[in-house]
């Protein structure tokens, strides 16, 4: 458990590497606390000019892993996930990502934070939280349709749908695609070269890019706020023990339910 997250440093890019391949890179709450310590000390080391991620093996990140997730839900902003998404959102160092397969959840909305991204050319992209009936997080809700549009945010956030590598780069998700045994190598090369730069100045840079209408932070915190009720739901205690048991979901009861409560309220 102690390396399920790797940190490498190298000529100033500091590689964060999701390290549980046998478990498709799924993330647990310890590890996105290590993720967060990772972004800190990429701020406040000098010597780090550039915050790399990747995944070990064949997936990128399967996202959260929900057996994990049920026991250390993301209830307010001390939890684990939460601190993780707001250091994310929050930084203003240079960031880097390598996708080297599939990328589900957080792998992929962690993505519409990094400056630069590499991806293999069999890699997909999916965000199904509709799926396990809870609410877009990291602040995707905002950041899918602003950047990709509309139409590819709805077909990913509201329909569960993937896209391929392909689509991702032609939406702008991902800047390069590359072969499976290229990766790491082109990444590494562009990084260290990114690397020889000002880190002062990058960071000015990106905080000029990054200034908007509304803080992302506060995205983030409402998100969350909508994703802990959503947690604590019926729907999602169903679609997260159906997933662990290997079952197709039944939100029948719950739906009746609800369809009952809401008739029984018009009426008082």
Same mark, same amino acid.
Request: aromatic share 6%; hydrophobic share 45%.
């Given at each position: 458990?102690?390396?399920?997250?790797?940190?490498?440093?190298?000529?100033?890019?500091?590689?964060?590497?999701?390290?549980?391949?046998?478990?498709?890179?799924?993330?647990?709450?310890?590890?996105?606390?290590?993720?967060?310590?990772?972004?800190?000390?990429?701020? !406040?080391?000098?010597?780090?000019?550039?915050?790399?991620?990747?995944?070990?093996?064949?997936?990128?990140?399967?996202?959260?892993?929900?057996?994990?997730?049920?026991?250390?839900?993301?209830?307010?902003?001390?939890?684990?996930?939460?601190?993780?998404?707001?250091?994310?959102?929050?930084?203003?160092?240079?960031?880097?990502?390598?996708?080297?397969?599939?990328?589900?959840?957080?792998?992929?909305?962690?993505?519409?934070?990094?400056?630069?991204?590499?991806?293999?050319?069999?890699?997909?992209?999916?965000?199904?939280?509709?799926?396990?009936?809870?609410?877009?997080?990291?602040?995707?809700?905002?950041?899918?349709?602003?950047?990709?549009?509309?139409?590819?945010?709805?077909?990913?956030?509201?329909?569960?749908?993937?896209?391929?590598?392909?689509?991702?780069?032609?939406?702008?998700?991902?800047?390069?695609?590359?072969?499976?045994?290229?990766?790491?190598?082109?990444?590494?090369?562009?990084?260290? !070269?990114?690397?020889?730069?000002?880190?002062?100045?990058? !960071?000015?840079?990106?905080?000029?890019?990054?200034?908007?209408?509304?803080?992302?932070?506060?995205?983030?915190?409402?998100?969350?706020?909508?994703?802990?009720?959503?947690? !604590?739901?019926?729907?999602?205690?169903?679609?997260?023990?159906?997933?662990?048991?290997?079952r197709p979901a039944d939100f029948s009861a719950i739906d009746e339910d609800l369809t009952t409560h809401e008739t029984s309220t018009a009426h008082d």
């Amino acid at each position: 458990m102690a390396n399920d997250i790797l940190t490498t440093l190298d000529d100033g890019v500091l590689t964060v590497s999701f390290n549980r391949p046998n478990k498709k890179n799924s993330v647990t709450a310890a590890m996105y606390a290590a993720l967060t310590s990772a972004i800190h000390r990429a701020e !406040r080391e000098a010597g780090i000019k550039l915050l790399l991620f990747t995944g070990v093996g064949e997936v990128f990140s399967a996202g959260n892993d929900i057996g994990d997730f049920l026991e250390n839900p993301a209830n307010g902003e001390e939890s684990a996930v939460v601190q993780f998404l707001l250091a994310l959102s929050a930084t203003d160092m240079p960031m880097m990502a390598a996708v080297n397969g599939q990328a589900i959840g957080v792998g992929t909305t962690m993505l519409m934070y990094c400056d630069k991204v590499y991806a293999v050319e069999t890699a997909t992209f999916s965000t199904p939280f509709i799926n396990l009936a809870v609410v877009p997080e990291a602040g995707s809700s905002l950041l899918m349709p602003k950047y990709l549009g509309y139409q590819l945010a709805s077909r990913m956030l509201i329909f569960g749908e993937a896209i391929d590598a392909s689509e991702a780069k032609a939406c702008g998700l991902v800047s390069v695609l590359c072969e499976y045994d290229d990766l790491m190598p082109l990444v590494m090369l562009d990084a260290k !070269r990114v690397a020889g730069l000002s880190k002062k100045a990058m !960071r000015n840079v990106k905080q000029l890019i990054k200034r908007d209408e509304e803080a992302i932070e506060d995205r983030v915190r409402f998100e969350m706020q909508k994703f802990g009720a959503a947690l !604590r739901s019926p729907e999602a205690r169903e679609a997260m023990t159906a997933f662990l048991e290997k079952r197709p979901a039944d939100f029948s009861a719950i739906d009746e339910d609800l369809t009952t409560h809401e008739t029984s309220t018009a009426h008082d």
